[in-house]
């Protein structure tokens, strides 16, 4: 990683909540005062951008978090757990009046659906970001863009203060609940890392392959990579596709997290300035090892693992 003088690698801008996951290879919902007994529970840090952050966070980035949370049990919990994770977590913002928002997860293990109450996790505004937290680091991170939603409305104009202060920038959409995929125009030509999963991609470019996907999004976009969960990934910057698969994992836990965990090694490759097939690679394997253990951070590997499974050193 090259030396530089900003005091963190990484600002992540986003929501903090934790997981309820429960698992059980046959859940179902039954409704009518049904009781069903599952397998197990485990109360986890959650969201998108913690999880990346954390994963950052365990291969050596120094990761600076803004978010906002209640002050409540939830919300101590989550910033316990990132601080424990050595995430700065001095700029979280706490708000007296609304609950840390929680995501329940029915996990089936390579499959899950996901209930989410918002609470603070739309809370978070353009302006809470200041220029002097933007001055002290050298990228600038932004995920769940569809879930924050007053983050959202102020994404340019953020994204084009972080530009002016020389930071790079890399977005992870996740999933739009509403599947409308609207205001990405005016942030994506701002992005220089782009990292959807392959539903996320075909649904926002309207297009039948990742291969046409990735064309349309890299006359956008400098850097694009496509997460596709067992065949690995693709990145491309508009030139060349570089496609690296999965090492072998022994047992899947669950799959939460996996995408944002590869966010984590794809951003340390981009930001130690390595080539396309060696970021991919270490991208895609620490994707992977995240899957060991129920929930997005409890397997996050190190950058010496990551890059021993991957076959980097």
Not at 7 to 35: R, Y
Request: net charge negative; aromatic share 6%; glycine share 8%.
């Amino acid at each position: 990683m090259p030396k530089s003088d900003k005091k963190f690698d990484i600002l992540v801008a986003g929501e903090i909540n934790p997981d309820l996951i429960v698992s059980d290879p046959k859940i179902t919902l039954k409704f009518g005062q049904n009781e069903s007994i599952v397998e197990d529970v485990a109360l986890t840090i959650g969201s998108s951008s913690a999880i990346f952050a954390c994963g950052a966070a365990k291969l050596g980035l120094r990761v600076a978090f803004i978010g906002v949370v209640g002050n409540d049990e939830f919300g101590k919990f989550m910033l316990e757990s990132l601080k424990e994770r050595h995430v700065d977590i001095s700029n979280v913002i706490y708000d007296q009046d609304i609950k840390t928002g929680l995501s329940v997860i029915l996990n089936r293990g390579e499959d899950r659906a996901i209930l989410t109450y918002l609470g603070t996790i739309d809370k978070l505004r353009e302006d809470d970001v200041s220029n002097e937290l933007l001055e002290e680091c050298r990228h600038l991170h932004v995920a769940s863009y569809f879930l924050q939603n007053r983050l959202r409305l102020g994404l340019p104009k953020l994204f084009s203060r972080a530009k002016d202060l020389g930071l790079t920038i890399s977005l992870d959409t996740n999933w739009d609940p509403d599947e409308r995929w609207e205001g990405l125009n005016k942030v994506l030509p701002m992005t220089d890392v782009f990292l959807p999963n392959r539903n996320e991609l075909l649904s926002l470019t309207r297009t039948q392959s990742v291969d046409d996907a990735l064309d349309e999004i890299t006359k956008l976009v400098p850097l694009a990579t496509v997460k596709l969960g067992a065949e690995g990934a693709i990145a491309s910057n508009g030139k060349v596709k570089i496609q690296a698969s999965p090492p072998p994992i022994d047992e899947i836990a669950d799959t939460v997290g996996a995408g944002d965990t590869f966010d984590a090694g794809f951003i340390y490759g981009y930001l130690s300035g390595w080539k396309l097939e060696r970021t991919v690679k270490l991208a895609v394997a620490c994707g992977s090892l995240s899957l060991r253990k129920h929930g997005g951070t409890a397997a996050q590997p190190t950058l010496e693992e990551a890059e021993r499974v991957a076959g980097l050193n």
